[in-house]
């Protein structure tokens, strides 16, 4: 079995920072994809950011390069995703989720595995 828990979310500014965290327990991906999304009321999950099994090419949604980065520690397990300059269209529950294969997805249907979420508000 594996669990994913993310955590770090909260009420931020416009322009402010968060990172969020995944911690992974059980079946880890150490070697293999993980992925950040968010999903906002009506609209569907959005790929937000990937990693593959070596964290040799992260990918990212469209317009957020620039603002996000992700990473991993695999001494503890854990994928990040740092968010600056955040927008208040940023706002909504992001989820950590894996896979295990090498190569990141940017869609959802591709990762069985999926954290709980943790809510990213930002307001204006």
């Known amino acids: 079995q594996v669990q994913l828990t993310e955590s770090g979310g909260g009420l931020v500014q416009a322009g402010g920072s968060l990172r969020l965290s995944c911690a992974a327990s059980?079946?880890?991906?150490?070697?293999?994809?993980m992925a950040w999304f968010r999903q906002v009321p009506g609209k569907e999950r959005e790929f937000v950011a990937g990693?593959?099994?070596?964290?040799?090419?992260?990918i990212y949604g469209p317009s957020l390069e620039d603002r996000f980065s992700i990473s991993r520690d695999r001494t503890r397990n854990t994928l990040y995703l740092q968010m600056n300059n955040l927008k208040p269209w940023d706002t909504g529950v992001y989820y950590c989720?894996?896979?295990?294969?090498?190569?990141?997805?940017?869609?959802?249907?591709?990762?069985?595995?999926w954290g709980q979420g943790t809510q990213v508000t930002v307001s204006s």
């Open positions: 989720a894996g896979r295990y294969t090498y190569a990141a997805d940017m869609q959802a249907v591709s990762y069985p595995y």
């Open positions: 059980g079946r880890t991906f150490s070697n293999y994809a």
């Open positions: 990693t593959d099994g070596n964290d040799a090419t992260p």
